[in-house]
């Protein structure tokens, strides 16, 4: 077998960035892969690129999962009609700034968390550092990409979709051992410390997550319906992270920008600040590893995107929804992503089908 026979890409390779050809070409020289799937929105990353999938054969990398270990995205419908919610945007959008804390922004006091965070390997100092995080960032959303949206599905209710990670707690075991090297044997003491820092960290992040839905929920039935407490059914739930890896019979499979689409399974795909998120369900697709984009995909860096885009149009092109358009995340326009459209039409009837489009009425996101 060749190393391109390894190599399952929805795009062609000439229409991916120079930067991250070079990371699929550096990681089809391994001999532990087996099997190497690349996703739509696919841009160079840390080692493995942003929207790749790895199945390593008995090997385990902490940088193919990347610092924000357990990224994803939770995404509710809350069964309220969302011309309720519509005329008190304005309040929810200031209540949730209140409750949340964004960008480099932690808790004043530490929240519980039911377990704490034991390392075999993580020296002491990090040890303290990343149990200090666990309690002060829990509830908190962070910064770049990450974000909280309210918007209607096709049925008419509120959608709640939340995306981030593991903030601190994940950055800093990633950091940790990535120092260490970039991939393990899964059986070797560091691979196997590997697994179960890691998964401690997709633990906290899915956590946190949920903890924010509860707080925005809250925020939305006092400013809906003059109510604190609000007995909701979250089975309906979506949750999906996109940094992590995951042991199977087949190998170590590594998903970074990326996430499962097994059959039947619900994901979510979100655009932009403007274009809103798309409900999938999987279909299992073995070929691309039953996985699917994360998002969009950016066209250009933030640094570019903040010297280049037009600011006007930015603002422009978020009239009509309630959010931030300050200079400071004129990274995030829509203009410094792919067309979602492409990227869909890429994974439609081949990974996942689309099942729904949430439109945003109500974004929030940090200014780093």
């Keep these: 077998m060749s190393k391109l026979d390894k190599l399952f890409s929805m795009v062609p390779l000439e229409e991916i960035e120079q930067s991250a050809q070079q990371q699929i070409f550096d990681v089809l020289e391994l001999d532990c892969l087996k099997k190497l799937a690349i996703m739509p929105d696919v841009h160079a990353g840390y080692d493995l690129p942003i929207g790749g999938v790895a199945l390593l054969d008995g090997m385990i990398s902490p940088s193919f999962v990347g610092f924000d270990v357990g990224c994803g995205m939770c995404c509710l419908d809350t069964k309220?009609?969302?011309?309720?919610?519509?005329?008190?945007?304005?309040?929810?959008?200031?209540?949730?700034?209140?409750?949340?804390?964004?960008?480099?922004?932690?808790?004043?006091?530490?929240?519980?968390?039911?377990?704490?965070?034991?390392?075999?390997?993580?020296?002491?100092?990090?040890?303290?550092?990343?149990?200090?995080?666990?309690?002060?960032?829990?509830?908190?959303?962070?910064?770049?990409?990450?974000?909280?949206?309210?918007?209607?599905?096709?049925?008419?209710?509120?959608?709640?979709?939340?995306?981030?990670?593991s903030r601190n707690v994940g950055h800093t075991i990633g950091g940790w051992y990535m120092k260490k090297g970039r991939m393990f044997p899964l059986e070797s003491e560091l691979g196997q410390s590997y697994l179960q820092d890691m998964n401690f960290a997709l633990e906290w992040a899915l956590e946190n997550r949920l903890r924010m839905m509860r707080a925005v929920l809250g925020v939305v039935v006092e400013q809906v319906f003059g109510r604190i407490s609000w007995q909701h059914d979250f089975s309906g739930l979506i949750n999906e992270n996109h940094n992590h890896a995951v042991v199977t019979p087949e190998g170590v499979l590594h998903r970074k920008g990326a996430t499962p689409a097994d059959f039947g399974q619900y994901g979510v795909i979100p655009a932009n600040m403007r274009d809103g998120v798309y409900v999938t369900r999987g279909l299992g697709e073995t070929h691309y590893l039953s996985s699917a984009s994360h998002g969009c995909g950016r066209v250009m860096g933030r640094n570019q995107a903040k010297k280049t885009l037009d600011y006007q149009e930015f603002k422009d092109g978020m009239r009509g929804i309630i959010c931030s358009t300050d200079r400071a995340i004129l990274d995030e326009a829509p203009a410094a992503y792919k067309d979602i459209n492409y990227v869909l039409a890429k994974q439609e009837g081949v990974t996942v089908s689309v099942i729904d489009h949430i439109k945003p009425l109500l974004n929030v996101k940090a200014a780093e």
């Excluded at 969302?82 to 530490?110: C, M, N, W």
């Excluded at 968390?113 to 550092?129: I, N, P, R, V, W």
């Design 80 to 165: 309220i009609p969302a011309d309720k919610v519509k005329p008190h945007l304005q309040d929810i959008y200031q209540e949730i700034l209140r409750v949340i804390p964004t960008g480099f922004s932690s808790h004043e006091s530490g929240r519980e968390f039911g377990q704490a965070f034991y390392s075999d390997m993580l020296d002491k100092a990090t040890l303290e550092k990343v149990r200090a995080k666990v309690l002060t960032q829990l509830g908190t959303l962070g910064g770049g990409n990450h974000f909280i949206e309210l918007g209607e599905n096709h049925k008419g209710n509120l959608c709640i979709t939340i995306h981030s990670g």
